[in-house]
């Protein structure tokens, strides 16, 4: 059953790859690297507005990894539930006009992760920040569709509380490419449709995933 309370406690996963193959940086440290310049500089040398112009605060945005999977409340009809990789993608595309913007989206997401450990995990939800009920009841939406998405595609194979705890390995690197839980999910089954990393049912399967990791903090091991 999916937790019924809407102030769902999950746990956010390090969502950074691509959802055919994984980045070719050599390793995660090197990811984190360049995630931490994309925050502090624009690539467009007409316009150095960057991330870290108006979150400049360490304090601000450590715990930001971990609210997600969270609701984007974005302009209609665009407002949704989405990963951290996700959210990063749509900011990068809007703020920095990256017609492809999943490489800086995905270093960033590796970035603001990696300062994230040990912080406890509260989808939804940033310590000091105001609560939104609306967001939180958009969420348990979110974890119920995943639910369901799971038992159609996933159960026969995988119980999901065996199966949740490796979302902690993510991200991860193998041979040298870097792959995200999106990604992963997105190629897993090569006799369905992809699910797209930047898709809605991906961030459902994600939330639902996280629901079964109530308590853990970011950074911790399976």
């Known amino acids: 059953m999916v937790i019924g309370s809407i102030a769902l406690v ?5 969502t950074v790859g691509q959802a055919q193959a994984g980045s070719s940086a050599g390793s995660l440290a090197e990811l984190v690297a360049e995630g931490e310049q994309s925050w502090r500089s624009s690539p467009d040398p007409r316009d150095p ?6 979150h400049h605060d360490p304090d601000e945005t450590r715990g930001w990894a971990a609210s997600f999977p969270k609701y984007r409340p974005l302009p209609p009809p665009e407002g949704r539930v989405m990963t951290l990789l996700q959210a990063n993608a749509e900011a990068v595309r809007r703020h920095y006009g990256l017609a492809d913007p999943e490489r800086a989206a995905l270093a960033i997401t590796a970035y603001l992760t990696s300062r994230d450990s040990g912080v406890p995990v509260f989808p939804g939800i940033v310590a000091g920040q105001p609560v939104f009920e609306g967001r939180l009841r958009a969420l348990a939406r979110s974890v119920r569709r995943g639910e369901r998405l799971y038992a159609r595609q996933c159960r026969s194979c995988h119980d999901g509380g ?3 705890p490796a979302a902690l390995l993510f991200p991860r690197a193998v041979n040298g490419q870097v ?3 999106e990604g992963f999910l997105g190629r897993h089954r090569p006799d369905l449709p992809s699910l797209g990393w930047d898709a809605q ?8 995933l996280m629901s079964r990791l109530a308590g853990r903090q970011m950074g911790g091991s399976p």
């Open 49 to 54: 507005v960057a991330c870290a112009t108006c």
């Open 201 to 208: 049912p991906t961030a459902d399967l994600v939330a639902f």
């Open 10 to 14: 999950l746990i956010a996963v390090v």
């Open 179 to 181: 792959e995200s839980l």
């Open 162 to 164: 065996g199966v949740a």
